[in-house]
């Protein structure tokens, strides 16, 4: 698939992965919007990039931002990459704490709306929008592509609400893949590791080394450019779709 000129929409964008890949997107010369509840760190990448770009303050789950998100993004011509990376976890919290306290229901409903609800909803306006798209020769008019995590292949023990939320987004991306195939819109997932974003290198050294242990190669944290790489080769490689691929250095989670 042709990106140059093309727009993309990146969701999560002024977040770690999220600003790396828009970064990315825009070296390529796509044209950039960039959705994001922190409406001020969305508008300060927007005026970097040295691209066409729009910046939207909003949040993922509710119909209107991610309308007006979809326009915004169409307002620089017509949409053909989502990269859905908002989202993220909560603090670690058993089904049932050590001390007899059951799991937090509102801790476990809000990991699964900014995650696996955000990435539905902007998925289903995306969608929408990219079926007016003039197809390509291969009759595609676009890609979305939603981020996982290993925590939803194999969640660790305290992991459970980000575990469920990010199985909920692997497990959507072959079904949503089928579903619009109809209008020629191919849909993946990556689920990265541990990727090393401003966030975690301002953490503890032990931290830091604790989390690259268990990686087999390299036997480092990844970096979030190695995650935007994945989301171009995805949005460039037609023949991808449907797919959950991981990106993590071989690393498996051990059981907490
Ligand atoms: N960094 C990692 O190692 C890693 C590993 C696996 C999966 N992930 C996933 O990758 C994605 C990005 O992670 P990150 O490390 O860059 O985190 P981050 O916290 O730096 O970025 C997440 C961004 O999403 C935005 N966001 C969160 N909820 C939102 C909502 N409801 N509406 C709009 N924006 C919202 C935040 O404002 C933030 O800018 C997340 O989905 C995370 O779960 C990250």
Not at 51 to 59: I, Q, Y
Not at 91 to 98: E, F
Not at 206 to 227: H, N, S, T, Y
Not at 235 to 248: F, K, M, P, Q, T
């Amino acid at each position: 698939m042709e990106l140059s000129d093309r727009v993309a929409l990146v969701t999560g964008a002024a977040g770690g992965l999220g600003a790396a890949t828009a970064r990315h997107l825009a070296t390529l010369g796509m044209r950039i919007a960039l959705f994001d509840r922190n409406a001020d760190g969305a508008t300060a990448l927007a005026g970097e990039l040295g691209v066409a770009a729009v910046a939207v303050g909003g949040d993922v789950t509710d119909d209107d931002d991610v309308a007006t998100a979809v326009e915004a993004a169409q307002s620089l011509g017509p949409l053909w990459v989502v990269a859905n990376i908002a989202g993220g976890g909560v603090k670690s919290q058993r089904t049932v704490g050590r001390d007899g306290t059951p799991h937090d229901r509102h801790a476990f409903e809000h990991t699964m709306a900014i995650n696996a609800l955000g990435t539905f909803n902007v998925s289903r306006f995306a969608a929408a929008a990219m079926a007016a798209n003039e197809p390509d020769d291969d009759g595609q008019r676009g890609v979305i592509i939603n981020t996982s995590s290993l925590a939803g292949l194999e969640g660790q023990a305290g992991q459970l609400a980000y575990a469920a939320a990010k199985a909920a987004v692997a497990g959507m991306t072959l079904p949503m893949a089928r579903d619009l195939a109809a209008i020629g819109v191919r849909v993946c997932a990556i689920a990265p590791g541990t990727i090393g974003t401003p966030l975690f290198l301002r953490a503890p050294k032990e931290l830091q080394d604790r989390l690259a242990a268990d990686v087999v190669f390299p036997k480092r944290m990844g970096r979030p450019e190695e995650f935007a790489y994945l989301v171009e080769s995805i949005a460039r490689n037609s023949y991808l779709n449907g797919e959950v691929i991981r990106l993590d250095g071989a690393l498996r989670f051990p059981p907490k």
